[in-house]
């Protein structure tokens, strides 16, 4: 079973920018692709970008892309989210997940990280 901690969050005015991470440890990476959520106060929980490990092929939310961006560092089992241009409707808990290849549900959530971006 592979576990995951977000970290990176914080406060940031708007246009800022924040990069989370998402460390991995446990079952292998490899074996799983990997996708940031995010969930802003009573609203649902939202895909904001993914990557599927074993082959490097990211996904990105379509009005996200410019702002965001997903990386990997295979070295460290760490995936990155790189916000840009940051505005308070970005404001959200953000999760990690992991998900089996081929599974329809997510083997693993981190605890979340909070982003707040004041105007």
């Known amino acids: 079973q592979v576990q995951l901690v977000e970290s990176g969050g914080g406060s940031v005015q708007a246009g800022g920018s924040l990069r989370l991470s998402c460390a991995t440890s446990?079952?292998?990476?490899?074996?799983?692709?990997m996708s940031w959520f995010r969930q802003a106060p009573g609203k649902e929980r939202e895909l904001v970008a993914s990557?599927?490990?074993?082959?490097?092929?990211?996904y990105v939310k379509e009005n996200l892309k410019g702002r965001f961006r997903l990386s990997r560092d295979s070295a460290k089992n760490t995936m990155y989210l790189q916000m840009n241009s940051l505005t308070p409707e970005d404001t959200a808990v953000y999760y990690c997940a992991a998900q089996s290849r081929g599974a329809s549900d997510f083997a693993a959530w981190g605890q979340g990280t909070q982003v707040t971006v004041s105007s």
């Open positions: 446990g079952d292998a990476i490899f074996n799983y692709d």
């Open positions: 990557i599927m490990w074993s082959v490097s092929r990211t």
